[in-house]
């Protein structure tokens, strides 16, 4: 199975400021006929179900803001928050969908300092 | 715009079954493979189960494998899951989600409300 790491467990970030989070995969997501990395990113705030926030690394999904983005290739991602508003208070999470069973990171909680 | 509906979830006793549904509507069904998703009570997301749009594949957790079914009636826009020698670490909610194609290989954009799943005595 691949083993899904996020780092920081947690974070407190000032209105505005950058918010990191990253994503470690124990194998890599990148698919080598297409080029794509199999990763996703997921935003679940307290009684949400999840919401998708960016697929194949770094495709916004539509209707995200842009002040998310994604990153990385092969076994190492990040998502970033430009610029984070007081909405973006959540727990985000990296799934892997390249090979079965697909799996989740632990998740990162996020909130304003 | 797409829609997803769970129901099933209640309370059952360790060893006994049950059986999830979800009702998908403003997407043509069989286009896309589906998921479910659990949470456990203060825990992180587990993916459970994918089916193909045409439910001609199927794959599996190793923590549900063998006790789980994953199934989709397409006539009927609905997604299944049946769930037999439930454990109490099966206590979850649940939630079903659309994969972004007809593979199941792929991100889920659309995701339910999900439906709780209790197993105590």
């Known amino acids: 199975d691949i083993v899904m790491t996020q780092s920081p467990d947690s974070l407190a970030v000032s209105l505005g400021e950058r918010a990191t989070i990253n994503c470690k995969s124990s194998q890599s997501v990148l698919y080598s006929s297409n080029n794509k990395n199999y990763l996703g990113w997921y935003q679940q705030k307290p009684g949400q179900p999840p919401k998708l926030l960016i697929y194949w690394a770094s495709t916004r999904e539509s209707g995200v803001p842009d002040r998310f983005s994604g990153s990385g290739s092969g076994t190492d991602f990040t998502l970033t928050i430009s610029s984070l508003q007081a909405e973006d208070v959540a727990v985000y999470y990296c799934q892997q969908y390249y090979s079965i069973p697909f799996t989740f990171g632990p998740g990162t909680k996020v909130d304003i300092k | ?121």
Not at chain 2, 45 to 53: D, K
């Open chain 2, 1 to 121: 715009d797409v829609q997803l509906l769970e129901s099933g979830g209640g309370l059952v006793q360790p060893g006994g079954s049950l059986r999830l549904s979800c009702a998908a509507s403003g997407l043509v069904f069989t286009n896309y493979g589906m998921s479910w998703v659990r949470q456990a009570p203060g825990k992180g997301l587990e993916w459970v189960s994918v089916i193909s749009g045409g439910g001609d594949s199927t794959f599996y957790a190793g923590s549900v494998k063998g006790r789980f079914t994953i199934s989709r009636d397409n006539s009927k826009n609905t997604l299944y899951l049946q769930m037999n020698s439930l454990r109490a670490e099966d206590t979850a909610v649940y939630y079903c989600a659309k994969g972004e194609g007809g593979s199941g290989y792929s991100s889920m954009n659309v995701w339910g409300q999900g439906t709780t799943v209790t197993v105590s005595s």
